[in-house]
């Protein structure tokens, strides 16, 4: 019998077993989750691009019967558009109403706004060029002064701004040296000077003018003929216009002649002022010139007799003076 330290002793070693590759999935979990998102972003992006009628339309197809959608049915609407929802037309609050178009409306209302918004952007750039120009004017119309020594000692009776008329050019009278002789249109030579300077220089710009003439609210002393302050501006103004053009100026550009007498002063506090005494020479802008042009064309006559006759002729009341024959009479 052996011993027991003669038999021999054995170790099974076991390797361990080698585990399956694991790295893959989360791969293909993010890569499901990128196209989601990416599919997600993408519808967000459409429905942002599409109108509100749109948005109506493709809601209506996806909440009519599958047949109808394909096939045509008793919820397809009358329109013509590929997407042929159901429902009431949502741009009118009646009940009941189903859509009539495919959009030709509002593509005509977005049509119409574009042209509308050119327009105006036109419009504006006219405006623009206009008032450069009537600003170069201003610049020319007081170098002109300024280099003239004969008017550069008048300057100070010229004032020229901008109103919402144009450019306003006005030639004011002063206790010293008046403009026109005491009552009356006749023109002083200083005057004269000045209006046909300005007359020359109007040419420059192809605005139409308005010539208007003002007194202070000293009453006009008649001799009982009815010759009043009225008479006495709008000759005064007319006088004016005579001159402008003897200047130069086109007689073509007169648009009116206004006597205004003492309605509109310079010095609201003190009617009796000799500055109130005044000639306004006003370049008008498009707008103006458009206005008045336009409601001049769009008088209406009050009776069609062959005649002329007109029955309201007698309780019509007159308007203000436009150049009248001139008068006579003393002014204080």
């Known amino acids: 019998m052996s011993k027991p330290k003669d038999k021999a002793i ?27 998102m990416m599919a997600f972003f993408l519808l967000m992006w459409l429905l942002s691009a599409v109108t509100p009628v749109q948005l109506k339309g493709i809601a209506e197809y996806f909440s009519q019967p599958l047949k109808a959608a394909l096939f045509g049915g008793d919820r397809s609407a009358d329109a013509s558009s590929i997407l042929k ?46 008032q450069a120009r009537l600003h170069d004017l201003q610049v020319k119309l007081m170098a002109a002064i300024e280099a003239n020594p004969v008017l550069r000692q008048f300057r100070q009776q010229i004032r020229i701004d901008s109103t919402l008329q144009g450019l306003r050019i006005e030639i004011v009278d002063t206790q010293k040296r008046p403009m026109f002789a005491t009552a009356s249109d006749d023109v002083e030579p200083y005057m004269r ?69 003492s309605t509109q002063n310079l010095d609201k506090a003190d009617p009796l002022n000799p500055e109130n005494r005044r000639i306004s020479i006003i370049v008008l802008n498009r707008k103006s010139e458009e206005a008045m042009t336009r409601d001049d064309s769009t008088s209406t006559t009050l009776s069609n007799d062959a005649a002329g006759a007109n029955p309201l002729a007698d309780k019509i009341a007159p308007g203000p003076a436009i150049a009248p024959a001139a008068g006579s009479g003393s002014k204080q």
């Open 10 to 36: 054995v170790v099974k070693r076991v390797a361990p077993a080698k585990k399956g590759h694991h790295g893959g999935a989360w791969k293909l979990a993010y890569a499901d989750f990128m196209t989601a």
């Open 193 to 261: 000077d000045i209006l046909r300077a300005i007359g020359k220089t109007l040419n420059d710009v192809p605005n139409r003018i308005v010539v208007q003439g003002h007194t202070d609210a000293v009453p006009y002393a008649g001799n009982g003929t009815g010759y009043s302050n009225w008479e006495l501006s709008a000759d005064r103004a007319n006088a004016s216009r005579r001159e402008l053009i003897a200047g130069g100026m086109d007689e073509g550009k007169v648009l009116r002649v206004l006597g205004l007498a």
């Open 85 to 130: 929802g159901g429902g009431r037309d949502i741009s009118t609050d009646m009940a009941g109403v189903t859509r009539q178009t495919d959009g030709a409306s509002q593509k005509g209302a977005h049509t119409a706004k574009a042209a509308e918004d050119a327009l105006d952007a036109l419009s504006g750039a006219l405006e623009r060029r206009e």
